[in-house]
Nanobody, 125 residues
Framework: HVQLVESGGGSVQAGGSLRLSCAAS??????IGWFRQAPGLEREAVAA????????YYADSVKDRFTISRDNAKNTVYLQMNSLKPQDTAMCYC?????????????????????WGQGTQVTVS
């Protein structure tokens, strides 16, 4: 069983930065991803990282502004968010894909994720 706990959300002015953390407990995780959901909108992918190799994937809307990284010793994945915009305001969730033995799937697809955290709010004004 995998448990995920997000932290690091808050309120910042446009152009500012935040770093989100996702602490994972449990084993056998292939990918951890960050997703967000703004009021009235569907949940969307932000970024994902392969926990064993470090390959990162990003949604086009955050490329060049956000960076996902991992610290396997701490079982933690980070999302560094720079140049924040008001449209980045959302509840942010981390999620995990359990070990599958194959990687031929869309790692930014919500349907692929097996475990979810409770979320952390990011507000940009």
């Amino acid at each position: 069983h995998v448990q995920l706990v997000e932290s690091g959300g808050g309120s910042v002015q446009a152009g500012g930065s935040l770093r989100l953390s996702c602490a994972a407990s449990g084993y056998n995780i292939d990918y951890i991803g960050w997703f967000r959901q703004a009021p009235g909108l569907e949940r969307e992918a932000v970024a994902a990282i392969y926990t064993k190799g470090g390959t990162a994937y990003y949604a086009d809307s955050v490329k060049d502004r956000f960076t996902i990284s991992r610290d396997n010793a701490k079982n933690t994945v980070y999302l560094q968010m720079n140049s924040l915009k008001p449209q980045d305001t959302a509840m942010c969730y981390c999620a995990a894909v359990g070990e599958r033995g194959y990687t031929d799937y869309d790692v930014l697809a919500i349907r692929e994720y097996d475990y979810w955290g409770q979320g952390t709010q990011v507000t940009v004004s």
